[in-house]
């Protein structure tokens, strides 16, 4: 059985409740990709469709197909960021488990600052208005955001490493 590197703590939040909520993102915008579109925008509603005189059921907002197929390769790094998440989490290895913290931590940056792009500084700074989709994109990203980094300070504990016989570490051939 592998044992983690990561302290309890980090290793729960990255290993564990981080991968669940990626993969919960992901059936949640397969079951209903254009809510989910629609809802990572808050106050921005979808326009509706043309409707004729001859057709005057009501329709529901469409997306257009290349926002459709942008949205379904989002979730797709959902899915892979779960799954990278679980590798890098369990791991021995100290250095792959900093340095994925690392590229995640600053990846959180630009993940947020498209949620601000994106609805604009009015909304954004705005928490009363947010929906649960911009707390998760920015609510959250931002907390793990904090968590990633004292994990790599070593706020929760050091990263430990392979060990050897004696617990001396082992070097990597």
Known sequence: ???????AF????????????????YIVALRDPTAFFAAQAPNFPLPLPVVSVSEPEPVEPVIPPQALVLLLQLVNVYLLLAGLAVVCS????????????????????????ACYRGVGAELFWNTAEWNDMLWGGVGVSLALNVVRWFTVLGAFGALGGPRGPGGKKKKNV
């Open 1 to 7: 059985m592998t044992k983690s590197c990561l302290p």
């Open 10 to 25: 980090p290793l729960v939040v990255f290993g564990v409740v981080e991968p669940v909520l990626l993969i919960w993102a």
């Open 90 to 113: 369990w791991t021995p290895h100290a250095s792959v488990a900093r340095g994925y913290l690392v590229v995640v931590a600053l990846a959180d940056y630009g993940h947020i600052w």
